[in-house]
Structure formats: structure tokens, C-alpha cells
């Protein structure tokens, strides 16, 4: 060994042969400024971003929240909603350092809920003001029909703090069981064959009818926030299908299709005409069938855009009417049916159940803390983020289709009909127009059933609370 380093060997043993305290000491001398100044820059980072400029920048934020109501005969699969979300991903703005720390960037979000207020259903979406004509471009490309109305904020008309003295709650917060890249059940999964027609079972028709039942003093929230973001989260997903197959790491340029071209190649086996100088075989022909399943479910998530998302769900009414097996457990039901052990499962990672240890403090704690990040539709506190992708979202949050019957159900009625505008006029009687032909038309149809149907319709929408 050469001399200088056995010079620098008994240096450093001398150091710490002496008293622990005496090495502590000098250990913090050499090097605790550079501790400190680590620590110090953190804490001036989250002043001046989180604390300074963001609240600044939120400031001028002007919040819409908007009732969207489809038309009663409404045809469109979710598939619709699934090209909505796609669109609205064209929020996201790739951001720098510039942008952050002088100009308080936050990326903008949405807010997707479905709200039972007393039986009577409402499908909403919140946004800020400047990205308004965006949403609702993208509800009315899929569904010309649709009617957006702005209406007030339902979260400010119940108690804010609890315990209360007139109202209970339940609140809980959702996330996914297993890695991000792991895919829900998904609508695609609900159609079944039947003889030769394919038939599909919605599955927002046990979630409505769940909202439909809460009564008299009874509301019923479901919250999704989403937060556009960058293809990033998908190597994630293309790490893992490399680790199922057991395939060699590529060059940093391999793209999801060069992944997904390679596992769908070996196991039709077009790839069994290559040399055997290729190396050894990977394990994609010896996956079971589970695990094929597995990596073709996480390559078709990841070919689709996605978003982080914070999932939420309130349960409050008056305490005489309150019963939490009808709103909390009824919920988590509903939200069990998109599970699928073999893939992923959306759980209540937090929730205002708690039954040790300080259990009325904590759980009136957490039933506070849940209501207020609602309240402020907040996508950082609370349970860990999830990234769910359109078609995922568009499964936990879609328009019903007419065959779901849930009368309260706000939904606009047809389009009134307008004559076609090649109808020829010359020939037509005097003052006979095409408006009036239109009209006569629907008229004849059965004036009092019409009636009856107006009358019926007009004694629903008393009691609605979004008009």
C-alpha cells in the first residue's frame, strides 16, 4: 500500500478512536453547514413556490362549476366520454423552471362528480374559467344534444365542521391497490355474448341506483380529480411487461409499441424463424395465462393518455335519517364492481372508520380533513395519487345509456325537431309552413300523453336542487 494512503487510513481510524461525543461534534462542524444549507433551501423552496406564488397565481383563478345534462334517449357508449377526456388532456402545459418559481405555475385541473341530492342525480363537472370553452367543446363534440347549465356549489350547503349537532358524515378517499400501470376494470369488460348479438351491461346502473336511493336530509358525493400530465408514468408500465417476459434491457429509445410488438411476435411465434444466435429465450412463451392477460392489460393501458387522479366519496344526511350501510357501504359496493383481482382494485385507503386508539378524534380528524380537501377539489392531500387512463375514467364516470332506468336523473328532454332545410315551400297550402307541418307532426303522436308526460316531468323537477 502505498504511503500516502496508509498515512490517510490511520488519520481517519485516529479520528474515530476518540470519544463519540468529540467525533459527533467534529462531524457536525465539517459538514453541518452543508446539512443546514440543504435544509434551509427546502424550507425558502416551499415559501416562495407553495406559500408565495402559487396562492398568487390561484388567486386569479375563477372556478365554474357546470351541470351537464344528456339527452333521455341517449345512445352513446362510454366510448364517447372515453374521446371527451382525451380532449380535455390538451390542458396539460409541459412547465420549466421559469414558470414555476416567478410565475407560481400550477397546473389547472378538473373536477368530475356525480351528486345525489335527496334521490335527485346531477353529473357535474368544475373548471376554471379560462379552460370553459374547452370543456365544453368536448362535451358537445360527443353529445350535441347535452345542456350545460353553471350552477351554484352544493358543498357550501351543508355543515362544514363535525361532530355537528343536526348532521352526520362519512367520508373516504380512494386509490389503486397495485402499481399505477396495472388497469381497472374497464367498461369493454362488461359486454357479454348473448346468442350473436353482444349486449352491454352498464355498470353505471348499480351505481345509480345506489345514488338514487338516499331519501329525505340524505346526500350522496363522488369526486374525480384529474390533472392532465406527461407520458412519463408509462415506463413505469413498459419496465414492468420487460420484467414478466424476462427481456433484456434495449436502447433508452424502445417505444410501449416496440415492447408490445415484441410479446405479441413471440407468442404467435413469428419470432421462432430467428437464429439461434440470438441468445437465449425469454420467458413470453412460457407465461400463464394469467400472466399474459396481465402484460396485454398493462400494454393497453399505457397506449392511452392518462391522468393523476384523487378519487373521493361523502356520505352526509341529518342524523335522524342518517345510516351509513345505506350511503358508505352502498358506495364502496358500487365502486367494488370495477375491481379485478388479477389486475388492479380501486380501495378506500382512508376513510373516517376507526375503531382504536383515540377513535372518535381520529375519525372526526379525518371526516374534517376529507370534507375540506373535497370542498377545495385538492388533488396533493389526502391518500396516495393514482394515474388511471380515459378508458378507465370513462368506466368510473360516463353518462348512462337509455337502458338505464333512474328516474331522477337529470337529463334534458329531446331536441326539439326542425325541418329539414332543402323542404321545398311553393307547393305548400296557404300558411302552412314547415314549422307547423314539424308541429302537427308531433302533435298527432298522442296529445295526452304528451300532457301527462309534461305533468309528470314538471312535479320531478320541484324538488331538484340544480333546476
Known sequence: MPAILQEALQTVVNFLL???????????VMFGWLIFSIGLFQV????????????KAKADFNHKLLAIDVPEENIQTPKAVESMFAQLSGAYVSKNLAMVYRQGFKQKKFSLEIVSIEGYIQFLIRTEEDLLDLVESAVYAQYPGAKI?????YVDKVPSRYPNETH????????????NCHPIRTYEDFEHQI?????????MNSFLETFSRMGEGEQLWFQIVLKP??????QKGIDKVKDLIDAEDTASGTTVADVIGEFRDEVMGSSAQQSEDDGPPNKMLYLTPGEQNLVEAIEDKITKVGFFTMIRGIYVAR?????????????????NQFNDPSKNSIKASWTSDTSFLFAERRSNYTKNTILDNYKGRSRKRGAPHSILNVEELATLWHFPMRDVKTPQIQKTTEKQAEPPSGLPTESMAAGTTPESIVASEQTEEGPKADKEDQKQEKNKQKGRPFG
Open 319 to 335: 342524523k335522524e335519517v342518517f345510516k351509513q350501510e345505506r350511503g358508505a357501504h352502498a358506495l364502496i359496493g358500487a365502486v
Open 168 to 179: 352526520e358524515i362519512w367520508t373516504a378517499e380512494f386509490s389503486l391497490a397495485e402499481d
Open 149 to 153: 347549465t353553471e350552477v351554484e356549489d
Open 44 to 55: 425558502i423552496d416551499y415559501l416562495w413556490r407553495v406559500e408565495y406564488k402559487q396562492p
Open 195 to 203: 346468442s350473436e348479438e353482444e349486449e352491454f351491461k352498464d355498470p
Open 18 to 28: 476518540r470519544p463519540v461525543p468529540v467525533v459527533i461534534f467534529d462531524l457536525f
Open 229 to 234: 400530465v406527461s407520458d412519463d408514468w408509462k
